[in-house]
């Protein structure tokens, strides 16, 4: 400053006053911003936010969550709706934390949504806890409650998924329902037999036969035209997941079109 004040009375006698002023004006600004930059000045902006957190109840509602298991009177899918009901977990989460309930079969669907045609033929837990992580900001997702059979069947890992909500500290608890034994089930696996023969030619059939559950037990297969019985075959199952092939020959005594069951 003591330098520009000199100058100024230096210069004072070689320009007009006017002119002084103007350029001692413009070396005090540039001192100013001179100033300016080497305090480097920061503006702060402070704002408080008050943040939502959410937890999301996911619930099962393949076609595997509505079977009954042995000795249960009540399906699955129910068995876990009693459960939350019971237990009054969601009006205690409520208490602290913004509660989301949705079900998860092929997608993800919420309460009242309307079901495509399809929708609970298959068991997807991975794709709905990443649903979760798309429609919940990461800074409100609390955590995930899910209640499954665990019968997940579709290409992505659960695993994968879950790892996401590590990352972001946010728990999955899971709450396993069903039986650990899989239910009675017997199944025709497939079927095959001809598409055409001639008259007078055997056929054979071959069937693949499904049985689980059924130990001990025995089972009559049967092969029928036109609802009259043509030949029958008893089977012994000797274990719990059993599978086996039946095989079948005859020799038709009329030509046509057969109905053969």
């Known amino acids: 400053v003591e330098l520009i004040l000199w100058l100024y009375r230096y210069e004072a006698g070689a320009v007009t006053p006017q002119r002084a002023r103007g350029v001692i004006s ?60 019971k237990s009054k977990i969601i009006e205690k989460l409520r208490e602290k934390v913004r509660v ?70 946010a728990p999955v608890g899971i709450v396993a329902i069903g039986s650990a034994e899989p239910p009675k089930d017997v199944s025709i696996l497939a079927v095959r037999a001809p598409e055409a023969i001639h008259l007078g030619d055997r056929m054979r059939v071959a069937v693949d036969l499904k049985f689980d559950g059924y130990k001990g037990e025995k089972a009559k297969v049967a092969l029928l035209r036109g609802g009259k019985l043509l030949e029958e075959r008893e089977i012994s199952i000797p274990q719990d997941h059993h599978r086996e092939e039946v095989k079948f020959a005859q020799v038709p005594d009329q030509g046509g079109v057969g109905d053969y069951q």
Do not use: C, Y
């Open 100 to 169: 989301r309930v949705v079900k998860a079969a092929r997608s993800v669907r919420a309460e009242g949504e309307t079901v495509a045609e399809g929708w609970g033929d298959a068991t997807d837990l991975a794709s709905g806890l990443a649903t979760v992580l798309e429609q919940v900001p990461p800074d409100q997702l609390a955590g995930v409650l899910m209640l499954s059979d665990g019968r997940h069947n579709r290409p992505d890992r659960v695993e994968d998924v879950a790892r996401r909500f590590g990352i972001l500290d």
């Open 26 to 85: 413009l070396r005090l600004a540039a001192l100013a911003v001179l100033v300016w930059i080497l305090i480097e000045p920061v503006w702060v902006r402070k704002v408080e936010r008050k943040i939502q957190r959410e937890v999301v109840v996911v619930m099962d509602d393949s076609g595997s969550m509505h079977l009954k298991d042995d000795g249960s009177e009540a399906t699955r899918i129910a068995i876990g709706e009693a459960a939350l009901a």
